[in-house]
T-cell receptor, first 109, second 113 residues
Framework: GIQVEQSPPDLILQEGANSTLRCNFSDSVNNLQWFHQNPWGQLINLFYIPSGTKQNGRLSATTVATERYSLLYISSSQTTDSGVYFCAVYSSNTGKLIFGQGTTLQVKP | EPEVTQTPSHQVTQMGQEVILRCVPISNHLYFYWYRQILGQKVEFLVSFYNNEISEKSEIFDDQFSVERPDGSNFTLKIRSTKLEDSAMYFC???????????FGSGTRLTVV
């Protein structure tokens, strides 16, 4: 099946810093989503981005489907950005949304 | 913004007991899913459901698990005889079409003691 690898596994930032999270996937996909899991365990959808670039406030994401990766950019990070960021991909071959292992982000004040 | 609602938010159960986790998907969505996340691990697919039947299931989803859409609005996951290793966060999700724009609920944290 499709392998989804996220890097780095852990990231510690000072408030105000920028960061880039990466998601590599092993096969072509029909859909890619980025999620933020907050400290209460909720999975918050950030982007649905099978290709191209999207921006939402301080967050933006780019997926290069032909090269099988996606990037999530966080600018001017805040303590509320802390949590785990998951990339998840869907392929019609598998018929399911498959998650990566996540990047755990800690933003310090 | 439409939400997927899950109840209860927390459940503690004795090993061997049956539990039913409940979900109300987004009203115009047709595809429904259950995922679980063991503490500190990644989110794992359990089952997908469309047109009143299971369309995909993982090897985790054995005979102890079942899903049902009893009344056109609720979507339930039943675990027949819980084991300690069933302790996890269980997420319900729905989408308007397969593979597109999943929305996840807030999860039910199940603790088996």
């Amino acid at each position: 099946g499709i392998q989804v690898e996220q890097s780095p596994p852990d990231l510690i930032l000072q408030e105000g810093a920028n960061s880039t999270l990466r998601c590599n996937f092993s096969d072509s996909v029909n859909n890619l989503q980025w999620f933020h899991q907050n400290p209460w365990g909720q999975l918050i959808n950030l982007f649905y981005i099978p290709s191209g670039t999207k921006q939402n406030g301080r967050l933006s994401a780019t997926t290069v489907a032909t090269e099988r990766y996606s990037l999530l950019y966080i600018s001017s990070s805040q303590t509320t950005d802390s949590g785990v960021y998951f990339c998840a991909v869907y392929s019609s071959n598998t018929g399911k949304l498959i998650f990566g292992q996540g990047t755990t982000l800690q933003v310090k004040p | 913004e439409p939400e997927v609602t899950q109840t209860p938010s927390h459940q503690v159960t004795q090993m061997g007991q049956e539990v039913i986790l409940r979900c109300v998907p987004i009203s115009n969505h047709l595809y429904f899913y259950w995922y679980r996340q063991i503490l500190g691990q990644k989110v794992e697919f359990l089952v997908s459901f469309y047109n009143n039947e299971i369309s995909e299931k993982s090897e985790i989803f054995d005979d102890q698990f079942s899903v049902e859409r009893p009344d056109g609005s609720n979507f339930t996951l039943k675990i027949r005889s819980t084991k300690l290793e069933d302790s996890a966060m269980y997420f319900c999700a729905s989408s308007g079409r397969t593979g597109y724009g999943y929305t996840f609920g807030s999860g039910t944290r199940l603790t088996v003691v």
